[in-house]
């Protein structure tokens, strides 16, 4: 009974490994062209432009690591791999709070500056 489980949870991971190694390459190849592309148009509207680029070209590369270690893993259960993996995935985890945490602080100060200039619009009104 138990050699069953251990098969099927074998076959799980079997399954997982497979789904994080092509879908971490695809990604990871998609999402570097679409980061090169954009940091390369981001050029040329002003250089601060091309670092959303940058980091989306970083991001699919640390995806495409992340499906290449579990593409290792898959075929030969490298332990050297598994760090890789958690690594890659973890640093990638990191910078993706680190920007979401930048975006939610620039959307709250856009909305306090909106705010400030609809309430200045009401209060000064008159005087002009």
């Known amino acids: 009974m138990e050699m069953q489980a251990q098969s099927f949870e074998e076959a799980v991971a ?3 490994l497979q789904r994080i190694a092509l879908w971490g390459k695809v990604t990871g ?11 390369v148009l981001g050029l040329f509207n002003f250089i601060v432009g091309a670092i959303p680029g940058a980091i989306t070209l970083f991001l699919g590369y640390l995806i495409y690591k992340t499906g290449t270690a579990a593409a290792q893993i898959r075929d030969g259960g490298d332990t050297r791999a598994l760090s890789d993996l958690f690594h890659n995935y973890g640093l990638y985890l990191l910078i993706t709070f680190i920007m979401f ?23 000064f009104d008159g005087y002009y």
């Open 29 to 39: 190849i998609a999402m570097m062209i679409t980061g090169g592309i954009t940091g």
């Open 14 to 16: 079997q399954k997982g």
């Open 101 to 123: 945490a930048v975006g939610v602080g620039i959307t709250i100060l856009m909305l306090v500056l909106f705010g400030v200039a609809i309430f200045s619009g009401f209060m």
